[in-house]
């Protein structure tokens, strides 16, 4: 009974999306009847091609993913191997960053990409979304390093490993489901993000999904184009449905190596 | 050995505060000045006056209030809902993972993707919710013609996309209690609704904080949703604080103003959140779950 | 540009670009929903580093773009003549504060659409309006009689505009608003007793152009509130409207001239462009006689020359030029200033507020006066 209510609520609106993308843009009114493919011919057909902004957000998901897990990482490791009462602090102001509203920082953000000619450049997108990032990836990290008992560093240290090299064999490998599951969350986040990149960049051909889909045209000024709405939804969610379907197990149990408690 | 730790920390604090810090100094700046189309794009002091303007502005506190009614209704459904969702998905039953997997779905779709995809669902007469109570002999309704009904068609997609999210958390938290405490409490002859309510739920406090703060703070700068759902109508019943600010400077050019009501938006917040310290720590609320 | 130009131009800019080696052009096709297209022009010129020379723009954004610097006067490139061959109607809006900055591509204004299968004439006054739509209701003909754009943002503005200098009333009077008085409570009442007398449906208050397209198209409603474009897709092959559609200007008061909002969309050249007289040949080429001869024959845009308005071979083509033509000549500006963002905004959120019932006619149009006041006051802008 709960199983179907959960399948019915979670999956309804989606098979309701993925119907009306493949019906013509008359039937959705009643008039007329059928299946097409149409609105997926024309979003690959388009210029750019609906495949150009699914490459574009891969790419700043995984600049922004590697980025993020570059800073998270030290930090993380340095907070649980620091004295209580400053890692205790410091974590309160990375929680503090954590409930602060991302998008009070658009205006700021447009500036700073006017000066410094950051603006159109999918790399640079990695600096916002990676800070965006940074304290939930810190949090679920050093709860994960503080599991790791500290005789195990220690005998790595007598060993004569330094701390890139402790990090590297001993550290990471013992924490790589929950890097695992941050990594998806960063990634997951940067896929989604719409109000900093609609600042950010302008130029249809770097635009990544959340704004290419806002933005999207349909084949005829007559019509609200919700075929093709429907079936940018189905493009842009079916990456996202994959890795789910990859990852669902990591996710989950990296949350709970995490053990994220303040 | 100490600053070495520390050499660690440095550059994730940096960037942090860069993001954060900097710009709400910007924003001081800024909201001491004019800066609109009136002036040529170019700042003009002029003292308190854009924070007298906030003060007077009706629009503003109206905001605030609308975003704070669906900030507080979207998490509380998503809290409740996540709960149930994270304790049927943490049971033994057939398909799991796939059940899991499913779950999820929602909450890895962008958010502008599936809010047209909403604006579509609530159309009136054609979309689905309206086929189906025309099929059963009843009046469409305008979800998104009637300021008391768009804004709860809102607080719908809201929970609808992250419940999930706040599922996972408390799934996470979940996995961390062991399996004894239940037997022990089932050996003393305690039902179930006693087991949620006495371990289950005491132990996932620090979960449900965390998925409370995260949700709390994207819900209260909602911005996407409304921007593509509904646009902050019907009658501005659905406008947010983050839309108004945004329409301040994309639309208006009105740049010294956004930052004036981005700023006192903070404000806000900061106090909501001194507010809900307060109200943790006071007595006769904390109780025994802490 | 929006998207639908961008389309309607293609084949007429390859042919440009074929005509010649100099000159590159590329067309950047933009979202449909001209808000949207605003918020991209508007980004990208914020950020500094636009790519674009020349921008395809909505008659009320002028006034802004050229006070924030972004635009380039015309006068210097075009001379004093570059209006002489517009149809009376299409010159307004492309000039302000002494300098020319824009030149229309196609003119664009609001039009009573209704169906002559259903009447001999069409309504002249908003109470006529009224009576068709209720006898035509009463008899099951259709089950709506009038279907507008309702949902609070721009295209609200346009229906308010026409129907205010229709009933006499201005939204603003050397600079200063008029919106509480008796034309405007007048206007205000009406739009919301057409909801309370079922003649326009309730969800009128979220849609837009295309959703009373949806609805008219269908046969569901007698009268429609629509811009020219739509006359090209009630009459395609296998429309079920198809010549059973008529045009008209929008009711009004009696006695009082009809009027018709105006929403042209024309050229401006950015001045941070680096390729300003290519940009320039580019705009006259565009612009010309010939291509909007083109757009119209191909696309049923209105042009906005005088001389392919009275072409006569277009005209057999296109019976309906002459009653555009007309339309055009009635059509009335929104109001030109840097701050018609906000003031529409007022407008806009105020009467979608009358509309559904969240606020009565007279309290609302008090409110909506003393809102745009204060706005005007505050920005230190004249209206």
Redesign the interface.
Known sequence: MGRTVLLLWSLGPMLWQLYSSLRPTQALTGVGSGWTLDHYRQLLSAEPPFGHYLVNTALVGSSSTLLTLALAIPCAYGLSRLGQRPARQISLVVAAAAAFPAVLLFLALLEVARDWQLANNLLALSLPYAGLCLPLAVLLLRAAFREIPLELEEAALIDGLNLWQRLRWVLLPLIAPALASTALLVFIFCWNEYPIALTWLSRQELLTLAPAIARIAGSSVYTIPYGAFAAATVLGGAPMILLLLLFQRQIISGLTQGAIKG | MRWRLWLLIAPALALLLALFIAPLLHYLWLSGHAQSVVTGLEPRPVGAQQWLRLLNDGRFWQDAGQTLRFAVCSVGLELILGLAMALLLHQPIRGRAAIRTITLLPWALPTTVMALGWRWIFNDPYGPINQVLQALGLQPVGFLANPALTWLALVWADTWKTTPFVALLLLAGLQTIPEDLYDAARLEGATRWQCLWRITLPLLVPYLLIALLFRLAQALGVFDLIQVLSGGGPAGSTESLALYAYLNAMRFLDFGYSATITLGSFVLLVLLGGIGAVLWRWRPLAGEWR | M???FADATAPLVERFNKSQSRIQLSV?????DT??V???A???L??????YDLLLMDVTWTP?YA???WLEPLEQWLGSGALDDLAPGAELGNAFDGHLWRLPLVADMGLLYWRTDLMPEPPQTPEELVAISQQLQRAGKVRWGYVWQ????EGLSCVVVELLQGAGGRWLDQGQPQLNSAAARNVSRWLRDLVILGIT????????E??A??TFE?GDAAFMRNWP??WA?LNRPGS?LAGKVGITTMVGAVGVPHAATQGSWGFSLLSGSGHQSAAIEVLRFLTSAETQTELNRRWGYTPTRLSVFTDPALIAENPVLPELQRALAASVLRPLT??Y??LS?LLS?EF??V??G??KADPGMEQLQSNSERLIL????RG
Do not use: F, H, W
């Open positions: 929006p998207a639908s950047s096709r933009g979202p449909l808000d949207a605003s918020d991209l508007i980004s990208s914020l950020l500094g580093s636009s790519p802004k006070a924030a610097g309702g949902r609070q943002y449906p309730p969800s009128v208050a979220n849609m837009t295309a959703d397209l949806q269908t474009y739509a897709e079920k840097p701050i963002a906000q905004d959120r979608n507020a509309i559904t969240e606020i505050s920005s230190g802008a």
